[in-house]
């Protein structure tokens, strides 16, 4: 009975791989689009599988909680995880029985020298003793419990130590930290994985600031601060006891700035979905985005799923006496099922097979779109589970109803080859189609929409000007001490047109601070913040729509000024600009003497088009971390060779680095920058699938009608008449399919826009573009074949069985 069984396996075997040889254009169709949905569904895959894996290698990491303060932004609850110094220590010792360890987290860059080759490390983080022993970044060498027990330790990563040492051994190597701290290596890490919220090149002792003034300040945001806690229920414990904890240590500041600040707890595995801002430098992931590459890896696998579907079915004509046959000869109508079936599990697995390989070939290139490496970790089960789940469920999903289909044959039917496939069947293969071109019409939308919006958001005016200004970074003590000699000394060059110092520049960062203010009565303004020089409005080309600009010849500008925006004048109650200027207003934690406004700025998007305006207070300081170099036009070169020289003599230590002012804005939209290329990519594989199918369908359909193109040609009919009849019945779906995309993709790019303050509008136009691409793609698609039984020889068409 076992040998019965294996030998008809082996016959089922034989016949499914004759068939597969006999069908070249049918197989390599549907192998075709079985191995591009089963491709696109591993790279997503892969993806999805990074995303949801992050911080999950920490062996503690179910017990790690990042400390975050609450409190409310625009009128708005919202989570700041940047806390003070102080905070590790006293949560440490107020709740001993709660929290095992507490570790800081300090990003951060500085000049590193080893030698005489020096580099601005932007990947640095200073951090305390217990850091490897929390978090399970693995050592190479070192001792994770004792690598930053000494001031003068530094552990890098193994690509930093190549970097500076090569490959020889680093571990006691010296290194020089903003030409200031010695350093001894005492440890090499793993590079840092994909799946880490934190990352970092090197990691040094903290404890060398412990003594700094700022390090002591209560009301600072320098650092994260992550507690190992005692178990999982420590969590909700403490965070009871937190409203007493910040009342006892900064229940007085609250009170000063009229402001409630509280404290909770994010786990660890959470964080990186957490929602991005500008108070949070690690790294973020959108479960939304991950939810849209999830569907449109189904989608695709059900287009070519339908293809398989579809061309099955039709085929069921030239098998009809196979079945027939077998029927007679008593097989049962299950063994059929389960032969067809075996069928497309196999067609799966080759498919599968050439998928793996076309993705081993576009890995780089997917990785590049995506910024970071993904690997195929065939050492680990879910690899093969997804790929087995794939061929199975693809192969039983898209063989199940052709192999129903074909096993419900009448044994003489099929034995005379008079079978009819059907009005149902036919309509049941036009809805199939219409599903195909639905979702295909559907990644068209989409994918114009969002190339749309993100050219708008690209060229939209913002209300400075941000053309051939350079940004560059004060980011060292030397160049900050120097700054306003390099400033000087670029105001006397030929191709500068001006030169501004901030805070920070647009699409960069802005504090957000609170204000007491003429009018608001006891309230206060929350505002962000810009400290600059007397040149901001000059480089920037910002409009002053009310007052005047700051100027050198009014000694009170300095220290007693301030311009707003027009946000700002709306905050403070003031129904015109104008009526804003000569209030007063004063910055609660940095001003000790009330400011006037003397100008109002007409509003610009110096954040991001996702965000609408906020009220900004620009005030004259040195609180500089930005430099803004504005060329006149041409010879942008030679001005840079310039700017370069002059930074060389401020700060001759450091690297020069700068960035184009327009090329920084962009970066605010580089995550949907990277799904517009990737849906565009997905969009042309759909619709790519789907003409497969419909290609296959026409090849079928002509072929069904050999004898009835052949009868029409004798008659008289035109070759243009012929093309229209074959025509006409497979488009027939594909308009039917634009229909139902029309309006779902209206309503999933209306949800998609409202991510953007500042969006473009649905025009009908893209609409109607998506589906005029649609038509004309499969029209191509349908044409050809039509084309061809068109022009084939009437005798030959009237001969053919």
Not at 463 to 490: A, M
Request: charged residues 20%; contains cysteine.
């Amino acid at each position: 009975m076992v040998y019965q069984s294996e030998s008809m396996f082996t016959n089922y075997f034989k016949i499914a791989w004759r068939n597969l040889k006999k069908n070249k254009i049918f197989s390599l169709i549907n192998i075709s689009g079985l191995t591009i949905g089963i491709t696109v569904c591993l790279l997503i895959f892969l993806y999805i599988q990074n995303e949801f894996s992050f911080d999950k290698f920490h062996a503690d990491g179910k017990r790690i909680y990042r400390v975050m303060r609450t409190m409310e932004l625009d009128k708005l609850p919202a989570k700041v995880p940047y806390v003070s110094g102080p905070y590790a220590t006293a949560l440490l010792n107020d709740f001993q029985g709660e929290i095992v360890s507490a570790v800081r987290v300090m990003p951060s860059n500085a000049l590193v020298t080893s030698g005489t080759r020096s580099f601005n490390e932007k990947k640095l983080i200073l951090t305390d003793e217990p850091f490897f022993s929390m978090f399970s970044f693995p050592l190479l060498k070192g001792d994770p419990n004792t690598v930053l027990k000494e001031p003068g330790s530094i552990v890098l990563t193994e690509t930093a130590a190549r970097k500076y040492f090569g490959e020889e051994n680093p571990i006691g190597k010296r290194l020089e930290l903003d030409k200031e701290i010695q350093l001894t290596v005492t440890g090499v890490a793993k590079d840092i994985p994909a799946n880490s919220h934190l990352e970092f090149d090197m990691v040094a002792p903290l404890s060398n600031y412990y003594n700094r003034p700022w390090f002591k300040v209560w009301i600072n945001n320098s650092m994260f601060t992550y507690t190992l806690l005692k178990d999982e229920g420590s969590a909700a414990r403490l965070e009871r006891q937190f409203p007493a904890f910040m009342q006892k240590y900064m229940g007085k500041e609250m009170e000063r700035f009229q402001s409630k600040v509280g404290l909770t707890l994010n786990p660890l595995n959470e964080i990186y979905f957490e929602s991005a801002t500008r108070f949070d430098a690690v790294r973020h992931g959108d479960k939304k985005v991950v939810y849209i590459f999830l569907s449109i890896a189904v989608l695709i696998l059900v287009i070519a799923c339908i293809n398989f579907m579809n061309l099955s079915t039709m085929r069921a004509v030239e098998r009809s006496k196979e079945v027939g046959l077998r029927k007679v000869m008593g097989a049962l109508r299950n063994h059929l099922v389960a032969q067809f079936i075996g069928e497309s599990i196999l067609l799966a697995l080759i498919s599968c097979l050439f998928a793996v390989m076309l993705t081993l070939i576009l890995l780089p290139f997917y990785n590049h779109i995506l910024g970071y490496t993904l690997a195929i970790e065939w050492t680990r089960f879910p690899i093969y589970g997804f790929l087995g789940s794939v061929v199975l469920l693809v192969g039983a999903f898209a063989g199940t109803y052709p192999a129903i289909f074909l096993s419900a044959y009448s044994p003489i039917q099929a034995l005379k080859g008079k079978l009819n496939l059907g009005r149902e069947g036919s309509w049941f293969r036009q809805g199939l189609v219409v599903v195909q071109f639905s979702i295909s019409v559907l990644l068209i939308i989409g994918t114009i929409f969002i190339t749309k919006q993100m050219s708008y958001v690209r060229s939209r005016e913002l209300g400075f000007d941000q053309s051939q200004t350079l940004v560059i970074p004060i980011d060292n003590n030397e160049f900050y001490d120097n700054r306003f000699h390099f400033k000087k000394e670029l105001e006397r060059q030929s191709g500068i047109a001006s030169v501004s110092l901030v805070s920070g520049e647009p699409g960069g960062f802005f504090d957000t601070h609170t204000f007491e203010a003429e009018g608001m009565d006891g309230q206060v303004l929350k505002s962000c913040t810009e400290f600059t020089d007397f040149d901001m409005v000059k480089t920037l080309n910002l409009k002053v729509i009310a007052g005047r600009d700051f100027d050198r010849s009014f000694p009170t500008d300095s220290a007693g000024s301030v311009l707003i925006n027009e946000t700002a004048a709306r905050a403070l109650g003031c129904q015109q600009p104008e009526q804003a200027i000569g209030k007063w207003i004063k910055n609660t934690i940095r001003d000790t003497e009330r400011r006037h406004i003397i100008g109002v700025v007409a509003d610009y998007n110096f954040q991001s088009l996702k965000q609408q305006v906020n009220p900004l207070v620009i005030s004259p300081s040195d609180d500089n971390r930005v430099a803004l170099v504005k060329f006149k036009s041409g010879r942008i070169a030679d001005n840079i060779a310039a700017v370069k020289q002059q930074y060389s003599a401020a700060a001759p230590q450091f690297p020069f680095e700068y960035n184009f002012l327009d090329e920084k804005f962009d970066q605010l939209y580089k995550t949907d920058l990277k799904q517009q290329q990737i849906m565009t990519i997905f969009a042309a594989l759909a619709i790519f699938i789907a003409c497969l199918g419909l290609f296959g369908l026409a090849s079928f359909t002509a072929a069904r009608r050999t004898k009835e193109i052949g009868v029409r040609k004798v008659l008289g009919s035109s070759e243009s008449n012929i093309i229209l009849l074959l025509s006409k019945d497979l488009m027939k779906p594909v308009v039917l399919a634009t229909c139902i995309a029309i309006p779902l993709g209206y309503y999933a790019m209306s949800q998609w826009l409202q991510n953007f303050a500042y969006r473009t509008g649905l025009d009908w136009w893209v609409f109607v573009l998506a589906a005029a691409t649609a038509a004309i793609v499969a029209m191509l698609t349908v044409g050809f074949q039509a084309l061809k039984a068109a022009l084939a020889n009437p005798v030959k068409s009237l001969r053919s069985e």
